[in-house]
C-alpha cells in the first residue's frame, strides 16, 4: 500500500494561483499512476490529471486544460498539480490517487488504488 498525503489547499479568488503538493511513502514500485482527482459534495468525482512516473502521456480534463500542470518529481516521490487562472467552479476537495497501472488516453485506473486524504481549495468570485 501507498501512503499518500495531499498539502497545499486553500482559499484563493478567481484568476489566482495555487499549488497542491502530494508526498507519498510505503511500497511504490519503480514506475506507477498518478493523478489528481476532485469532488464537490453531491456531484461526481472528476479525474483532472494524470501521468504514469515512467513517462508517456499526460491526460487533463478539458475543464483544466492550459490552467493546471501536473507534475511527479521521481527523486522526491512527490507528485505536485500547479492551477493557475482558477475559477469558483475549481472548488472542490482535490485528492491525490496513484495505481500500479493505467490504460488509455485518459490513463484510466486499473486498481487498485490508493488514496490521500484529500485537500480543500476555494476559489472565491
Known amino acids: 500500500q501507498v501512503h499518500l498525503a495531499e498539502t497545499g489547499g486553500g482559499s484563493v479568488q478567481a484568476g489566482g494561483s495555487l499549488r497542491l503538493t502530494c508526498a507519498a511513502s510505503?511500497?511504490?514500485?519503480?514506475?506507477?499512476?498518478v493523478a489528481w482527482f476532485r469532488q464537490t459534495p453531491g456531484e461526481e468525482g472528476e479525474g483532472v490529471a494524470a501521468?504514469?512516473?515512467?513517462?508517456?502521456?499526460?491526460f487533463y480534463a478539458d475543464s483544466v486544460k492550459g490552467r493546471f500542470t501536473i507534475n511527479h518529481d521521481n527523486a522526491k516521490n512527490t507528485l505536485s498539480l500547479e492551477m493557475n487562472t482558477l475559477k469558483p467552479e475549481d472548488t472542490a476537495m482535490y485528492y491525490c490517487?496513484?495505481?500500479?497501472?493505467?490504460?488509455?488516453?485518459?490513463?484510466?485506473?486499473?486498481?487498485?488504488?490508493?488514496w490521500g486524504r484529500g485537500t480543500q481549495v476555494t476559489v472565491s468570485s
Open positions: 510505503g511500497r511504490t514500485t519503480s514506475n506507477y499512476c
Open positions: 501521468l504514469y512516473t515512467g513517462g508517456g502521456n499526460i
Open positions: 490517487a496513484a495505481d500500479h497501472g493505467c490504460s488509455g488516453a485518459s490513463l484510466t485506473f486499473i486498481g487498485p488504488t490508493d
